[in-house]
Every structure is written in C-alpha cells, then in structure tokens.
C-alpha cells in the first residue's frame, strides 16, 4: 500500500529537476514561518491541564552568610498555596553539580550568593507562587564574603586546581629579549539574554515515570539530574527538547534546577508541574560568560616579531565549579589566538567568589583568552609605532609549527584570508586617509575620530572533553518515501535541524520537504552530547549520515539481487533509484518493494570524533579535530568629548569550509557578531559591594539594538573545503563569530591611539562604552577621569530657595506647592489627573494636585559622567542645556536627577531612553536653536566650590548658565508608556545667546514663586 501526499511535488516532475534545497543551498529554516507568525510551540506555551502546580523560589539576600531559621508559616498561609519545600524535604539526591559536586538544589545551612534558592513554593498559578516567596522571614548571620578577582587570588580562593601549560623557556627568552612589554585587561562577563527564559514542564506518567519538557541544551544531563534527585533510574525519565527561544550556553547545565525542581514536587504531588523564571529573576539567579583579569608579559626583537610570552588568566567562577574547570582551560587554549609564541608560559587559576556560578557561554572562555592576545597585539604595535595588521601578519602560525599545547598548525590559511580580506575591504588606502582626517580633525579643533582595525580568529572545535565528542541519530524510511529523523541535538534557533535534514535528504538524492526532523528525546536517542562546542553539525550530521548509509546500503544490496545488478550500477538521482539499464523506480517504490521484501527501513547512526587527545597532566595534546578561521575589518568613529561612537563600516570573510547552508552560515555569523560587539561595547554587568547584581534587568542591561549594527556590512564565506573529513568538508560556525567583533573593539582602541599620533597603547576597558572610551580618551590626554571633589550642589540648593520652612522636601505625604505659571496663562486646577487637559499649557503645565511626588536627597547625587562632559563643554564655551529629572509623580520608570546633556549635534549621558528622552532632546535643541523663547524672572549663576575651580574636570569660572526652563511630561501612549505618572524635567541652558528674559520655573517641591525680570 503506497499514499502520495498533495504536499509533494509528483514524480513526474521531480524526476526532471535536481532535488529541492540539497546541501549547498540556502534552504529557509524549518520554523521560520512558525518563528514570524508567533505560532511555533515553546515549553511555556505547551497546553497545560486544570490542576497544573506552579513553582517559584525564595531567594537568599546575602552573598555569604549562615541560616540561622527561616520562618515560612506566613508562605504556607498565603493564598493559592498548596505545599513550601526546603532542603529538609528533598526526597534523594541534593547535589546537581554537572561535573563536579558543590552546588546544592536548595541552601542547608550556608549561602554562598545573593539570589541562592533557599525553598521552593508551590502553588496554583504562578503570580500565587511569586507573591507567597516574598512572606518569608530569614535570619542570617553574615560571613565575610569575596567578591572579586584580585581578593580570591590574594586569598589562593579556587573551585580548582590551577592548570599550567608551558612550552619552551619562557623566563629565559624574556631576559634575553630586546624589547620587553607588560600590559594587563579586564574583561567582564555577559549576560545570555535569551528570548525565552529558563522554564521547565514535568508531567507524572502513570507508570511512576516523568515526562520532563525543558528548554536546556542538554536533555540527557537532565535526564539524569532529574532521575538522580527524585530516586528514579534513568528510563523512568525521559526529556524533550523542541525548540529552545535562544540559549548560547546559558542552558546546557542552568536548565538543569528547574527541572528537578518540578520533578521533585510532580512526584510528590502526582500531579504536573510547571516553572518559569521572570526575567529580573533569570538575571540573578542564573551563571553567566566568566569575568577575567588576565596579564602578559611579552618578549620581542626589533621587528615586533614574538620571542616568549609569560600569561596568567583568571577567571571569576562564583561559588561553585560548574563547567568553569574547562572554561578556564578553553581561555588558556586560546590565549594564542592566531599567533606563535616561540616560548610561552599560561597559568589559569579558577577563582572561587560568593557570587552565582558562572557557565558555559557562546565562545566558552576562547574570547577571554583571544582579547588577552588581541590587546597584547595593539600594545605591541603602538608601542614600536608600527601597524598593528603587519604586527599581527608577521606573528602568525605557519605550517608546521605548533601550539603551546602541542597541537600541530595544519591548513592553516589565516594568511590569504587576511590579506584578501585587507584588499578587498583597501584596508592600507583607508588607513592611510583615517590616518590625514585624524590629523586635520586635530588641527581643526574636532571632537571626532576615526579607528580602523582588522583581526583574525583561530578557534577550535571539538569538546576539549573527549568522552562528549560523540553523537547518535536514529532514521526512519516510510513506505510513502517519506523520512523521519531524530538526532542528540538540540534547536535553540541556530538552524541545526534544517542542516541535519538537508544531510539527509543529500544522501537519499531527495527533496528536502520529505525529510521530517522530530523533538531531541532522550527515549529516541541515548546519552547526547550537549548542542555546544560549535559541534553539533559536525557530530550529529555524521550520526545522520551513518544512519543512511546504512538504509541504502540494505536497499542496495537487496536490488542488486532482486534485479540481478551489480551493486556498483543502482544510484539513487533526483528522487529515484536508477537499476543499471534494466529498470528506474520512483524512491518510494524502491521503499515499497524494499518493505514487501522485509528489508529494514530503520537504523541508527553514530560518530566519534576522530584524532582527537589531550594528556591534561602533560598539559599537551590536539584537543581539536581543525580550526575554524576567519577575519573581520572594523571601522569606527568616536566623539572625544562624549566617548559616544559608531560603527561606521565591517567587513567579514570567514571561513565556513564547504558549506551546508550558506544563508544560515551567513546569519550565525552576523548573530555572533553582534553578539560579540555587545560583549565588547555595551553589556556590563555590575555587582554592588554587597554581592547583588545591580545589571538586573533590561533596564540597566544595554544589549545591541538595530541601531548599533555597521552602518555598511559586508560578510562573505571564503570558499575553501575543510581538509578534514567533517560532514561535507564544512566548518563549524556556531562559536567563532563572536570572537570577529575584535575588530570593533580594536578600531575603539586605534581611535583613541590616535590622539597620542600612534605611540602609545589606550587604557581602554572591556566593555568600551561611551564611558570607558571616554576615560581612555581622557587618559590618553593625560587628564584625570576621577573627581577630586564631590558633585557641586550649589546650583540645587539655588532652585529651592524660597520654600516655607514648614516644608519638608522629603516627606511623600506633604502637598504640592501652588505654583503659578506665566503670567498669560493661569490654568485651573488639574488635581489628580493623568493627562493635560489644555493644550496651550503644556510647555509651562499646571504640576499642582494629590499625586504623589517623590524627590531624593542631593547626598544621593553621584558624580557621573554627566559632570566630565558638562565641565568639558564649559571649558570650551560650547552652547548645551544639562537636562535633569526634578520630580517623578506616580508609577514613571525614571529616576530622580538622572541627566543629560544635550548639544545640536551630540548627547552625554541618559534619561532612560524611551519616547521620553527622544522628546527632551527635542526640547532642549529648540532651546538651543531659539525655537522655544523663554523668560528669565532670576539670574541663577552657578556657584563653584574652590575645590572644584582647581581641579582640572571641573566648570570654568567664566561659564554662563543664561536660563532655566522646565517642562511636565504625562506619561501614557503619547510617549510610548505604558505606565502611568508624570515626569518633570529641568532644563538649564548654557552659553546660548540670551533671550529678552529668562523664566525661573519651578515644579512640585522644587520651587514656590514664579518671577519675570527683564533682561
């Protein structure tokens, strides 16, 4: 019995054309239409049936510290909620630790992190959950906590051993080396910032067992954990993974509590289970990429050409190991980049801090190490003033040579791509003209300049793991000739399901839309591998392919029988099987005659990877099967005065091997890189002194926008196959075009260099934000970035002059001032409302009424780097308005006394961002522009202490502030909110022509009177 689907094309027409969407073609991903409509299924969005228990925990508050009770009656009392668990109810394991031990499910006694599960609410909703966790009342004892680098390396504190790879004498080649320089950098992690947070759905099966559905990258190590902490034996528990919204390692071991968790209270409570976390949530209690603080030593001769190198790398691991044992080792792997050390010597210490564990993420300690060199590179380079691309050119591997690990360098084409990319992109003659437009803009008295930098990429790919380097895949050939396959990988939207199908349907000669590839479950294929380490084609197309071989290998053994043929005469073309002369079938009736004559139509497939062998007690080896390369050309503008800067232009050439779909290869490149140029540019995390992640929303988390992108980007895959037997001589992409964005970073650095004419290498930091390139342009102009005083606040306490003593600025529940406007428009009272009912008002609005009106202390008032760039543009006379939020009113998600400052061509600092901040710099630039007439009741002339008139950041004596105007925002649609509130904003404008009269204008607390003096 045969069934041919409409959804195919017929065999007639098959028959005259090459199979659709084979390797080599650009085939659209398998959800793409799903992913644009909002349909395609995450674990959240699974069904659940009535009855379904919700999760959340309740988190420790300290970084460090000893329980000294916890009392959870008002949790159990709260609405909604069925049973609390602490450690004391775990039924059998209590340690999830993915390697190694260290990592409890919930606290027993000490907390090593703020954000540490100390119980586990479960209730019957979500918002139930979350409510009941906050009863709780906790008595701790505070124990000293470690919170940095440089304290857990004083200390020898470690969650490993150090490892140290060595090749050569590295001391003696320093000492005899000509020229010796020493540098340090400090590179912070990264926030994942999946779309789709950590979540977990365990079903009870009615045979004891759980169904788990999780969004992990690792479906068999849940498998475990979860079988591990509820007493089950492994087949008892069986995985799922469809589709994950995103993971970049941030799910190969996070995922796994969650889903223990649920497990555990599914078979408590014999009923399904469900737990997601908030993203401020995720934020906190999550790992993320390693913070590092590495430092070389360099030995050069006259040349610039590299005699021996001394490193030590150290990364922050939180408190608890995780995968930071083989993070920390990548780093070191990578310490080299593209570059021979002759003589080196790498130490890699793992410190232990009390805060979350740090994991896996895209790179996995390869761009911690890569950055060391890059930044070793610049240095070199600036300091024998020569061009950092012919440093990096001549101290390339060549041939033959080998890592300092012991790796042999084998088709190593870093060269020609580099060289190509350089010519392709007129790298020299664009040098050259950055080089003229930095010395006239220096000439001319111009804030910008421009960088140029380009930089490779060496990574490696194989787990540095051996035993994980293997995979499984399981094949299904139905009677209809259509094909089902499941394989250990997991989809979190990098497109490996559609590359696998395209393996299969390559080998059967089909069309790609026969070929079906079903959810990761651990009940199909055994013990998988992680998706990470940029080999999940790589291990699971071999799988794949292994699988088919097998099937054609049966079917063809079989025909050359049934049709009397040699088994050299039958190939499977265009959708059919060709029997020599003698016969041609359609594939599905070679399947169908296969079937009638019970040959297997199944099979699984396996790999390992080949080559592959690292003796870590010698620290020598090749941990990798090849290495995927590639180059990247960055150039960047910056504001000297603002540090704000733009991408103006990339140029990427990477190397992808023989490639199996170039439109998906192309878009994890520009994934990566923007990724990268996030890690690089924008994300920074912050810890405040106590242990608590400041960085904990997207709030106050800064990832790449659209608007960050180059402004012209062009990406290409340098067509080469890959010498070694991968799947189709491709390469890897997953991981190595994150480290391409190097290329922006190091155009920042080349940028700022330019100030000292190329001779001097920038303190530029990781992430280089505007701050950061600020401070180093500073630096670079031997200004000093720290304050030597306290933020003036002279110029505050003028504003408020005038209130009743009675008043009390700080007390939430004092009325409002009556605040009279200008003298032409003297609206009614407005008490209470949200919005501005007259719209000739709205510039000078009526602020009076019941709201609510929260002010801050002027001691809360940090010096910022709003202050260096408003002394910055007094000193040079420059007409701009400083911008401040004087008075939040309701539920308005902007903080008191957050500035800005605003030129016409050129912002420093923000207000939060938003429609809000879009309509102040409007405002303030029709100030500017004497679009806005304003009048001035009183001269305010700003008071500088003495302290702050000798100290060199500081505002000139002969600044002149000639207005003050404010201006009430409602919030709502209008300004793209969503909340309700109000914000009033000061604007005070400097060095700009003064008007007939200036308005002294104040807003709720902040002033009683309005005047009107001419000027």
Sequence with gaps: MSHHSSLFDSYSIRRVRPPKNKIGTSAKHDSAITHVMGTATYVDDITKP???????????????????????????????????????????????????????????????????????????????????????????????????????????????????????????????APIRIEGHIHMRGQEHFYLEGQVSYVVPCDDGGLEVYTSSQHPSEVQQLVAEVTDLPFHAVNTVVRRMGGGFGGKETQAAAWACLCGIVAKRHNAPVSMRLDRQDDMVVTGKRHEFANRYEVGLDESGRILGVDMQLAGLCGYAPDLSDAIVDRAMFHCDNAYYYPAARVAGHRCKTHTVSNTAYRGFGGPQGLMTAEYMMDHIAYTLGQDPLQVRLANL???????????????????????????????????????????????????????????PVKFGISFT????????????????????????????????????????????????????????RTDKVPNTSPTAASSGTDINGKAAQNACLSIKARIVEFAAEHFEVSQEDI?????????????????????????????????????????????????????????????????????????????????????????????????????????????????????????????????????????????????????????????????????????????????????????????????????????AVLKAVMRMEGSSWDLETKADKDTMDSLIEGIEEKGDLYNDKVMPQDVRHAKDIDPKEVAGKQ????????????????????????????????????????????????????????????????????????????????????????????LLSGEISTTVSKQVKPKISEANETSASAPSKAVRRDAVYTKHYPLGAKLAQCCGGSVTVMFECFNVTPPMSVLVFGAGHVASALMTIPC
Excluded at 893 to 917: C, H, N, S
Aim: proline letters at 4%; aromatic letters at 8%; glycine letters at 8%.
């Design 50 to 176: 009535q009855g379904t228990l919700h999760l959340a925990v309740g988190k420790s508050s300290h970084a460090h510290a000893r329980i000294l009770g916890m009392d959870l009656s008002a949790v159990r009392e709260a609405d909604g909620v069925v049973d609390v668990l602490s450690f004391k109810d775990l039924p059998a394991q209590t340690d999830i630790g993915a390697v190694f031990d260290g990592e409890p499910l919930m606290v027993n006694d000490i907390t090593e992190y703020v954000g540490q599960t100390l119980f586990v609410v479960v209730a019957t909703s979500h918002r139930a959950a979350k409510k009941a966790a906050t009863k709780a009342v906790v008595e701790y004892e505070p124990l000293p906590a470690v919170l940095s680098i440089d304290k857990a390396l004083e200390q020898e504190l470690f969650v490993r051993p150090s490892h140290f790879m060595k090749r050569g004498d590295a001391a003696t080649a320093l000492e005899s």
């Design 397 to 455: 591997y060549q041939d033959g040579q080998s890592t300092h690990y012991g790796q042999t360098i084998e088709h190593f084409d870093l060269a020609n791509i580099m060289t190509k990319l350089a010519a392709d992109c007129d790298y020299d003659k664009r040098r050259q003209q950055i080089i003229a437009a930095n010395k006239q803009a220096a000439a001319e008295g111009s804030d910008k300049r421009l960088g140029l930098a380009l930089t």
């Design 465 to 520: 793991v051996q035993t994980l380097n293997q995979a499984g895949a399981l094949v299904h050939v139905y009677t209809d000739g259509s094909i089902h396959l499941n394989h250990g990988g997991t989809e979190m939207g990098q497109g490996l399901y559609i590359k696998i199908a395209q393996i299969v349907a390559n080998e059967f000669d089909v069309d790609l839309d026969t070929v079906k590839v079903s959810a990761t």
């Design 571 to 771: 190939r499977f073309e265009q959708n059919h099987v060709y029997i020599g002369d003698k016969e041609t079938l359609t594939f599905a009736e070679m399947i169908q005659l296969s079937y009638q004559n019970r040959i297997s139509l199944s099979s699984t497939g396996y790999y390992k990877t080949p080559k592959i062998f690292y003796d870590r007690s010698k620290a020598w080896g090749r941990p990798f099967f090849y290495f995927a390369l590639g180059a990247a050309c960055a150039e960047v503008e910056i504001d000297t005065l603002t540090g704000e800067y733009k991408v103006l232009r990339c140029d990427v050439l990477h190397d992808a091997g023989q490639s199996i779909n170039p439109a998906i290869d192309i878009g994890q490149i520009e994934g990566g890189f923007v990724q990268g140029m996030g890690w690089l540019t924008a994300e920074e995390l912050i810890w405040n002194d106590k242990g608590k992640l400041a960085s904990d929303s997207p709030a106050n988390y800064k990832i790449p926008t659209a608007h960050d992108l180059p402004k012209q980007w062009n990406v290409k895959l340098y067509d080469r196959k890959n010498e070694e037997q991968t799947i189709y001589n491709s390469k890897a992409v997953g991981e190595p075009p994150f480290m391409l964005a190097a290329s922006v970073w190091c155009a920042l650095n080349n940028a700022v260099a330019s100030l000292g004419n190329y001779q001097k290498n920038p303190e530029l930091t990781m992430p280089a934000t505007p701050e």
């Design 835 to 926: 919005t501005d009912e007259q719209p000739e008002a709205i510039e000078h609005p009526n602020v009076a009424g019941q709201g609510v009106l929260r002010t801050v202390s002027e001691s809360l008032v940090p010096p910022n780097i709003w202050y260096e760039g408003l002394a910055r543009y007094q000193q040079r006379g420059m007409a701009h308005v400083l911008a401040t939020v004087v008075a939040v009113n309701g539920s308005a998600p902007r903080a008191l006394q957050a500035k800005m400052i605003i030129t016409q061509d050129g912002i420093v600092d923000t207000l939060g961002g938003g429609g809000l901040e879009h309509d102040v710099i409007t405002t303030a630039r029709q």
